[in-house]
């Protein structure tokens, strides 16, 4: 099923997950989730990865530069 296929509130709950394991990953240097969406085979959820991502290192900004 592809993410298009899925309603906007089930859509909305996916990418919530995603977020969580994203987090979850980078907070235990991890990759497992990172990996599983980034390899999907739908177009949006790889997007969403790299969306999410950035999102995350934007609000960290952790390797700011002085």
Known sequence: ????DLSKEERQ?????MKGDLIDDLNNCNITSILR??????FYVRKNVSL???RIYNKKKPL???
């Not at 969406?37 to 739908?42: A, C």
């Open 1 to 4: 099923m592809g993410y298009y």
């Open 13 to 17: 709950t996916l990418v919530h997950k």
């Open 37 to 42: 969406y980034s390899l999907n085979d739908d």
């Open 52 to 54: 999410i991502l950035r």
């Open 64 to 66: 700011e530069q002085k």
